[in-house]
């Protein structure tokens, strides 16, 4: 049986893929920061029939992935998936940021897919399968205004998957990333109105994506479907970036 954990899937994204996997059959795991927002949708998935638990725990926390995990773990088994969703935002000027703003950027999104990946690994390995996904950005391939260290700990996760697919994926494991474009999630609403309007002026389809696009592309990903996807990024961006 497929059993996938994916971090930061309260709300927005993540919520989105727990729903999607789950309903192609997947034990999920709900991770969030928030106890009660993780619960809630492993409620809903549950009352629709489907197969999950809440885990709460701060992906940054060596203390809390193994938490996170062992709850997983003792549930339903090794994880067979990895979805590393988890994530933050902060909107300011690079002149603005201080280091304690770069460190907690850098420490959800890259620490956190550094953490949990390793957690979850060694019994992919042993088993010779596995998948890990990684949500990236596409602020991580062009950058963003105002959003320096957002983008540079987008960036670092796409080299992080390259680097890591190039490993394993001769080991049975294979790893890629998600970079989507602006999405209709609480983090990006969080975001100014003007920041939001000028990125949906510059968009060629002329709208921002719903969490449920990018749930698709990361169910593809996690399928035996994908199983020529090797440290690909992939991006449901409304165009705004073009490989």
């Given at each position: 049986m497929k059993s996938v954990v994916i971090t930061g899937a309260g709300s927005g994204i993540g919520r989105a893929c727990a729903f999607r996997l789950a309903a192609d059959g997947y034990r999920v795991t709900v991770n969030?920061?928030?106890?009660?927002?993780?619960?809630?949708?492993?409620?809903?998935?549950?009352?629709?029939?489907?197969?999950?638990?809440?885990?709460?725990?701060?992906?940054?926390?060596?203390?809390?992935?193994?938490?996170?995990?062992?709850?997983?773990?003792?549930?339903?088994?090794?994880?067979?998936?990895?979805?590393n969703n988890a994530g933050i935002v902060q909107q300011a000027l690079f002149v603005?940021?201080?280091?304690?703003?770069?460190?907690?950027?850098?420490?959800?999104?890259?620490?956190?897919?550094?953490?949990?990946?390793?957690?979850?690994?060694?019994?992919?390995?042993?088993?010779?399968?596995?998948?890990?996904?990684?949500?990236?950005?596409?602020?991580?391939?062009?950058?963003?205004?105002?959003?320096?260290?957002?983008?540079?700990?987008?960036?670092?996760?796409?080299?992080?998957?390259?680097?890591?697919?190039?490993?394993?994926?001769?080991?049975?494991?294979?790893?890629?990333?998600?970079?989507?474009g602006p999405i209709n999630t609480p983090l990006v609403r969080a975001l100014s109105e003007d920041w939001r309007k000028t990125k949906a002026a510059e968009l060629p389809l002329g709208r921002f994506g719903e969490p449920e696009e990018v749930a698709a592309a990361v169910a593809f990903l996690c399928s035996d479907e994908a199983s020529l996807f090797v440290g690909q990024t992939i991006g449901p961006n409304s165009g705004d970036v073009m490989l």
């Open positions: 969030d920061l928030r106890a009660d927002a993780g619960e809630a949708v492993a409620a809903e998935i549950r009352a629709k029939g489907g197969t999950a638990i809440a885990a709460a725990g701060d992906v940054s926390s060596e203390a809390d992935v193994k938490t996170i995990v062992g709850a997983s773990r003792a549930a339903f088994g090794d994880p067979t998936h990895l979805v603005d940021l201080t280091p304690a703003d770069f460190d907690r950027m850098f420490a959800v999104h890259v620490r956190g897919v550094f953490l949990m990946t390793k957690a979850v690994l060694p019994a992919m390995l042993a088993s010779k399968s596995g998948v890990v996904v990684n949500m990236a950005s596409q602020l991580g391939q062009i950058g963003g205004v105002e959003l320096t260290h957002y983008s540079a700990a987008k960036s670092a996760i796409i080299g992080l998957t390259k680097s890591l697919a190039r490993e394993v994926s001769g080991l049975g494991v294979r790893v890629n990333a998600v970079a989507p």
